[in-house]
C-alpha cells in the first residue's frame, strides 16, 4: 500500500483500551470540523464531525471534542481494535476550503 | 455504488509533459476537490469546486489548472509538471461546501522525473 507519512507522531494503544487523538487547528474563524481515517492504500474514510457551535459530539464508538477557547479537537475510540490501526487526521473547514491537519498514526498492541 | 473515481492510479512520467488526472462521481455532489499529499505534510487542498463553472483555489494550487464543465467531472491538469509535483494526489467529493460527508477517491500516485 501506499506510504502516506512516514514521520507522522504516533500513538500505541493496548487493544481493548480507549486511544485519544488530539489536534490543533489554526484557524478560529473555521465553523466544522472533521475527523478523518486513513488505511494503507486507501483515500481519507469520513469518521465524525462536529459544528463550531457544539463541544462534543459521540457517534458510535468514537466521540470528537472541540475547545475553541484554545483551537483544540480531540477524538476518542473507545474500546479499540485492530481495524482501528490507521492515520487519523483531523481538518477544519475555513469559508470553503478545507485544511487538513498531519496526522497521528495509531498502533495498536495485541 | 457511490464512489469516486480516478485514473490513473499511478503515472511516471517526465518533466514538462503535460498530463491530466481525471476525477469521476456519481452521487451528483457539488462540491469536489483536489488534494495532495505527501508524508509529514497531511493532505493539502489544490482546488476546489462549488459547483459547474465555480473553482476556486486551495492553499498550493500553483502549477496546477483545474475544470469543472460537468457536475460528475473535476480534471487536475499539469501544463508543465515539475519533480516537486510528485506525490499522491486525491480527489473528493461531497454534496456541499464540504459541509458534509467528503466522499475521497483512491488516489493517483505520480511520478514526475
Known amino acids: 500500500g501506499e506510504s502516506v507519512g512516514l514521520h507522522l507522531p504516533t500513538l500505541s494503544v493496548q487493544e481493548g483500551d480507549n486511544s485519544i487523538i488530539n489536534c490543533a487547528y489554526s484557524n478560529s474563524a473555521s465553523d466544522y470540523f472533521i475527523w478523518y481515517k486513513q488505511e494503507s492504500g486507501k483515500g481519507p474514510q469520513f469518521i465524525i464531525d462536529?459544528?463550531?457551535?457544539?463541544d462534543k459530539r459521540q457517534g458510535q464508538r468514537v466521540t470528537v471534542l472541540l475547545n475553541k477557547t484554545v483551537k483544540h479537537l480531540s477524538l476518542q475510540i473507545a474500546a479499540t481494535q485492530p481495524g482501528d490501526s490507521a492515520v487519523y487526521f483531523c481538518a477544519e473547514r475555513s469559508a470553503s476550503k478545507i485544511i487538513f491537519g498531519s496526522g497521528t498514526r495509531l498502533s495498536i498492541r495485541p | 455504488e457511490a464512489q469516486v473515481t480516478q485514473n490513473p492510479r499511478y503515472l511516471i512520467t517526465v518533466t514538462g509533459k503535460k498530463l491530466t488526472v481525471t476525477c469521476s462521481q456519481n452521487m451528483n455532489h457539488e462540491y469536489m476537490s483536489w488534494y495532495r499529499q505527501d508524508p509529514g505534510l497531511g493532505l493539502r487542498q489544490i482546488y476546489y469546486?462549488?459547483?459547474?463553472?465555480?473553482?476556486d483555489k486551495g492553499d498550493v494550487p500553483e502549477g496546477y489548472k483545474v475544470s469543472r464543465k460537468e457536475k460528475r467531472n473535476f480534471p487536475l491538469i499539469l501544463e508543465s509538471p515539475s519533480p516537486n509535483q510528485t506525490s499522491l494526489y486525491f480527489c473528493?467529493?461531497?454534496?456541499?461546501?464540504?459541509?458534509?460527508?467528503?466522499?475521497f477517491g483512491p488516489g493517483t500516485r505520480l511520478t514526475v522525473l
Open positions: 469546486s462549488m459547483n459547474v463553472e465555480v473553482t
Open positions: 462536529i459544528r463550531s457551535n457544539m
Open positions: 473528493a467529493s461531497s454534496f456541499s461546501q464540504g459541509i458534509d460527508t467528503q466522499y
